[in-house]
Nanobody, 124 residues
Framework: QLQLVESGGGLVQPGGSLRLSCVAS????????IGWFRQAPGKEREGVSC????????DYRDSIKGRFTISRDNAKNTVYLQMNNLKPEDTAVYYC?????????????????WGQGTQITVSA
C-alpha cells in the first residue's frame, strides 16, 4: 500500500517561497503520476499541479503558473512543489496524491492515494 507524507509547509509572508516535499513509501513512486492539491477553509479541493510518472509532462492551474514548479526525483521516491511569490490566496492545506497511471491530471477523483496534508499560511 503506497503511503505519502507531505512536509515543508508553514507560515510565510507574501512574496516569500516554500518548497513542499512528498515522500512515498510502500511502493515505487516511478510507477505513479502525482498531483498536488489544496483546500482552503470553506472551499472545495482544487488541483494545483501534476506531473507524469516519468516527469516528462507537467500541468498547472492558471492562477499559479509562473510561480510554482513541480518536479520529481524518482530515485528518492520524492516529488517537490517549489512555490515562489506566494500570495495570501495560496493559503490552504496542500496535499499530494498518487495514481498508478502515466499521465497526471488535476482532477482529484483520478487519484487513489493521498497524503495527510501540510498547512501553508501566507500572511504578513
Amino acid at each position: 500500500q503506497l503511503q505519502l507524507v507531505e512536509s515543508g509547509g508553514g507560515l510565510v509572508q507574501p512574496g516569500g517561497s516554500l518548497r513542499l516535499s512528498c515522500v512515498a513509501s510502500g511502493g515505487t513512486l516511478a510507477y505513479y503520476a502525482i498531483g498536488w492539491f489544496r483546500q482552503a477553509p470553506g472551499k472545495e479541493r482544487e488541483g494545483v499541479s501534476c506531473i507524469s510518472s516519468s516527469g516528462g509532462t507537467t500541468d498547472y492551474r492558471d492562477s499559479i503558473k509562473g510561480r510554482f514548479t513541480i518536479s520529481r526525483d524518482n530515485a528518492k521516491n520524492t516529488v517537490y512543489l517549489q512555490m515562489n511569490n506566494l500570495k495570501p490566496e495560496d493559503t490552504a492545506v496542500y496535499y499530494c496524491a498518487a495514481e498508478s497511471i502515466h499521465i497526471a491530471t488535476l482532477n482529484a477523483g483520478d487519484y487513489a492515494y493521498w497524503g495527510q496534508g501540510t498547512q501553508i499560511t501566507v500572511s504578513a
